[in-house]
């Protein structure tokens, strides 16, 4: 059975940084593309960026060169470091990971972040 997990969020005030993980059993994490997405209050989810098979590693604009998804293949865990993080980080983050981007088959249950001001 495939699950993942997500950890290591909580709370941080403006320019603060967390790291999450998402740790699989089931499946390796090298073999598949993983994205973070995360659910602000009063949105839909959206996708903060990905990371490939090979290791690329994309970002919406809203948090380019802020974040860095980065992966551990000796852990099998993909990390998400978010750093200067404004308010309007505060979701509910989730990773996901499917054979390719669009089609993310496997999800983790979520975790909080919220980022005062």
């Known amino acids: 059975q495939v699950q993942l997990v997500e950890f290591g969020g909580g709370s941080a005030q403006s320019g603060g940084s967390l790291r999450l993980s998402c740790a699989a059993s089931?499946?390796?994490?090298?073999?598949?593309?993983t994205g973070w997405f995360r659910r602000a209050p009063g949105k839909e989810r959206d996708v903060v960026g990905t990371?490939?098979?090979?290791?690329?590693?994309y970002y919406v604009d809203s948090v380019k060169g802020r974040f860095t998804i980065s992966r551990d293949n000796a852990k099998n865990t993909v990390y998400l470091q978010m750093n200067a993080l404004q308010p309007e980080d505060t979701a509910i983050y989730y990773c996901?990971?499917?054979?390719?981007?669009?089609?993310?088959?496997?999800w983790g249950q979520g975790t909080q972040v919220t980022v005062s001001s």
């Open positions: 990371i490939t098979r090979s290791g690329s590693t």
């Open positions: 996901a990971a499917g054979v390719r981007s669009g089609a993310y088959a496997y």
């Open positions: 089931g499946l390796t994490f090298s073999g598949y593309t």
